[in-house]
């Protein structure tokens, strides 16, 4: 079974610029989240996505959006990209929206701005 | 809100040596508990996770658990370390009957860099 891919791989950008992240879950996941882990900042939670909704966001400027597709799939957007946005963003899905459903990771996309 | 601290950032063992990485909590509501470990340049991976039930929870590659509500701790601890097992390891909880701002969101500790040495 596929796990959560997620796309690119690496990615370097200057500021200012706009850049698309994609996400794609395990077969059968209707949940998608995305995470910020910037050095020294730890995994913080960015976005929830379900069934195309967003259900919680995360302590997050209005320049980092999202949204998913009728198969689960997901984007991230950020719009005028500071320096602090280098980070690793990680995807992770679960099987619904239950407490205990457990968050299933990709390897992330890691993004420089320079 | 909850918040998760984890004890030391960074532990040195050597090989076959026994390992206990700390991980304690904070929150006002019940919770669900997990541990991740992330390779080098890697996504994380999930090692155990503790929902209901016995409090010890075993996992894969050996590791194992235990959730401690008095002292809401759940610390991860392994008999005997392999030099693959140097990673980053990762505590998170995720509230139980959340709602509002905590709701679906993993809240994780600042990790813990477990090195293995020969």
């Known amino acids: 079974e596929a796990g959560v891919t997620q796309s690119p791989t690496h990615l370097i950008k200057t500021r200012g610029q706009q850049v698309t992240l994609r996400c794609s879950p395990i077969?059968?996941?209707?949940?998608v989240y995305w995470y910020q882990q910037a050095l020294g900042l730890g995994l913080q939670f960015l976005l929830w996505y379900d069934e195309g909704e967003e259900r919680n966001r995360g302590n997050f400027p209005p320049r980092f959006s999202g949204r998913q597709f009728p198969n689960y799939s997901s984007e991230l957007n950020v719009n005028a990209l500071e320096l602090e946005d280098s980070a690793l963003y990680l995807c992770a899905s679960s099987l619904g929206t239950g407490e205990t459903d457990t968050q299933y990771f990709g390897p992330g996309t890691r993004l420089t701005v320079l | 809100a909850q918040s998760v601290t984890q004890l030391d950032s960074q532990v040195p063992v050597f090989e076959e040596a026994p390992v206990e990485l700390r991980c304690n909590y904070s929150?006002?509501?019940?919770?669900?508990l997990f541990w991740y470990v992330q390779y080098p340049n890697q996504g994380l991976q999930l090692l155990l996770k503790?929902?209901?039930?016995?409090?010890l929870v075993k996992g894969i590659n050996g590791f194992e658990a235990e959730f401690n509500k008095s002292q809401t701790s759940f610390h991860l601890r392994k008999p005997s370390v392999h030099i693959s097992d140097t990673a980053e390891y990762f505590c998170?909880?995720?509230?139980?009957?959340?709602?509002?701002?905590?709701?679906?969101?993993?809240?994780f500790g600042q990790g813990t860099i477990l090195t293995v040495h020969p």
């Open positions: 077969s059968g996941h209707t949940s």
């Open positions: 503790y929902l209901s039930g016995s409090t």
């Open positions: 929150s006002s509501v019940s919770v669900y």
């Open positions: 998170a909880v995720n509230p139980a009957n959340a709602g509002g701002t905590s709701y679906g969101k993993l809240t």
